[in-house]
């Protein structure tokens, strides 16, 4: 009969269970690490599509639709789902849409009641900058 030498039997013993225990942790963190760029692919395509959404809604013509769709782009901005890097992508559309709207209330001139609906940045100041929301003291036409 052979014998195998003590330290063969001992690496034998410890070192399979050791090496299978090793290779199901790196398995775990490798499927981790795909689950969530996985999870961030899915988020960043749903926002995506809602800002596609929301955008054409807010360019419509008709003025119910379109206050969706701005109403829509400032859910989208505080939402969760919305990461760091596409924040600057909302406040552009955001600042697209109002542009024009911003230019005519300047070209108005007199006083302007601004409304901020908490679009855009945070802590970002109004868009049409006249007068501050909170005047609420004086007339309104």
């Not at 054409?56 to 760091?84: F, T, Y």
């Amino acid at each position: 009969m052979t014998s195998l030498p003590t330290w063969a039997v001992l690496l034998v013993s410890i070192g399979t269970p050791v090496s299978a225990f090793a290779g199901v942790i790196i398995g775990q963190l490798l499927l981790r690490k795909g689950a969530t760029e996985l999870d961030t692919w899915r988020r960043r395509e749903e926002t995506m599509r809602m800002l596609r959404w929301a955008s054409e809604q807010a360019a419509s013509d008709s003025p119910a639709v379109a206050h969706m769709g701005v109403a829509a782009l400032g859910a989208l901005s505080e939402s969760e789902l919305l990461q760091a890097a596409d924040q600057d992508l909302v406040d552009a559309v955001i600042d697209a849409l109002l542009e024009e709207p911003v230019q005519e209330i300047e070209a108005a001139g007199g006083p302007v009641a601004v409304v901020d609906l908490g679009l855009g940045r945070r802590g970002r100041t109004p868009y049409a900058g006249s007068q501050a929301a909170d005047d609420d003291d004086e007339e309104q036409p």
